[in-house]
């Protein structure tokens, strides 16, 4: 089995605790805001588009 990746903000740098398998994951379009503390800022995921 895969080790799970987290999401990690692009503005603050606090991982989120959101999980993917970085080998079988394919996604864009989704939007999260971000769980830091004074961050919250929201960001697009964008995983293994390349495929």
Do not use: Q
């Amino acid at each position: 089995m895969e080790k799970l990746k987290k999401i990690t903000c692009p503005y603050c740098g606090y991982t989120n605790p959101v999980m993917y398998n970085p080998v079988t994951a394919v996604c864009s379009g989704v939007t999260v805001r971000c769980k830091g503390k004074h961050c919250k800022r929201l960001f697009e995921i964008k995983i293994n588009m390349s495929k």
